[in-house]
């Protein structure tokens, strides 16, 4: 018996547990020693130096685009972030609000993550509180997105979370 290539759905179903696991054991290892806000922190600043090519809009480009159609560049930066959203979570999770042209509410609901992470910490033993990932969102999407011209505000719902995302 040979050795074939693995599916790419496959691929992506084993990258993807790969990744929960180790948040999961991450989360578990930094709640044991105390040390979740600082790795947050940690976090945030990495991920702030990647913003704008997970965003695919510069600061500057932002600020520029901001000022001419403020409406339209937002939608374009909610819009970014719902689809950015679908690497961890099924488009049927996700709902968008647009309270106006300058806030929106992103709500994801019956989150799958909850429920993988409940079964991960049975499974392996690790000290992992299921909405975690949610606790984690409301803590490090401001942090994340203090120096991008948006303001942050996240709540944990029963089955999931809720980001309100606001124009500067």
């Known amino acids: 018996m040979g050795i074939k290539e693995m599916p790419l759905e496959e691929?992506?179903?084993?990258?993807?547990?790969?990744?929960?696991m180790v948040?999961?054991?991450?989360?578990?290892?930094?709640?044991?020693?105390?040390?979740?806000?600082?790795?947050?922190?940690?976090?945030?600043?990495?991920?702030?130096?990647?913003?704008?090519?997970?965003?695919?809009?510069?600061?500057?480009f932002f600020g520029l685009a901001k000022a001419v159609a403020p409406g339209r560049t937002f939608k374009q930066v909610v819009n970014e972030a719902v689809y950015d959203q679908q690497k961890w979570l099924p488009f049927s999770c996700l709902e968008v609000s647009y309270i106006s042209d300058r806030e929106a509410i992103l709500r994801v609901k019956n989150c799958p993550l909850i429920k993988e992470y409940s079964e991960l910490s049975k499974k392996t033993g690790l000290d992992v509180t299921p909405k975690y990932i949610c606790e984690n969102d409301a803590k490090f999407g401001p942090k994340v997105f203090k120096e991008f011209p948006v303001e942050l505000t996240g709540k944990i719902e029963e089955n999931g979370c809720q980001t309100t995302i606001k124009l500067k």
């Open 11 to 20: 691929k992506y179903e084993r990258l993807f547990n790969q990744m929960l």
């Open 23 to 60: 948040w999961a054991a991450g989360y578990a290892w930094h709640k044991k020693n105390g040390t979740i806000d600082e790795w947050l922190d940690f976090l945030a600043k990495v991920q702030e130096k990647t913003l704008p090519i997970s965003t695919g809009l510069g600061k500057a």
